[in-house]
């Protein structure tokens, strides 16, 4: 997803897998990190809990979404070929993080989220704009695809 948001903010025209029906359980990283601390104050040793916010999600609905909330046609991507063996669905079942630990996400709401996700990145492109920068300087050096 930040690769997408900061893509965007550059004026880069995003490009989606397949047909865009891919479905992801979307958290917001402060969700995701507040989970995992509940789980370590208070966790059982040796019991699996699942983080999820209960954000499934399209990937086509993320990258409009994305768009239209900085300005842009919520259509203004390319569809690129899928790989192979793309899995179409991923869920998480969250209920023994909520009922043994009493976690609840904070950003409960996809779009609030990403929008928080969003203005993040623009208050802070001083932090990531250069190490997007070098990270892609060092693709294509090593003679491997790059953004466009």
Sequence with gaps: MPRQITNV???VRPRLYGDGRNVRD????????????????????????????????????????VLELLGRDSQDFDFVTDRPGH?????????????ELGWEPRF???????????????????????RKDATEAAYRAAGEAVTK
């Design 87 to 99: 899995d179409r669905r991923y869920a998480i079942d969250s209920t023994l993080l909520r009922t």
């Design 9 to 11: 903010l550059r004026g």
């Design 26 to 65: 979307w958290i917001h990283v402060d969700d995701h990190n507040s989970a995992v601390w509940a789980i370590l104050d208070g966790g059982t040793i040796g019991r699996t809990y699942l983080i999820g916010a209960d954000g499934e999600t399209s990937n086509r609905e993320v990258v409009e979404t």
């Design 108 to 130: 409960a709401d996809f779009r609030a989220g990403l929008e928080a996700t969003i203005e993040w990145y623009r208050a802070h492109e001083d932090w990531w704009g250069p």
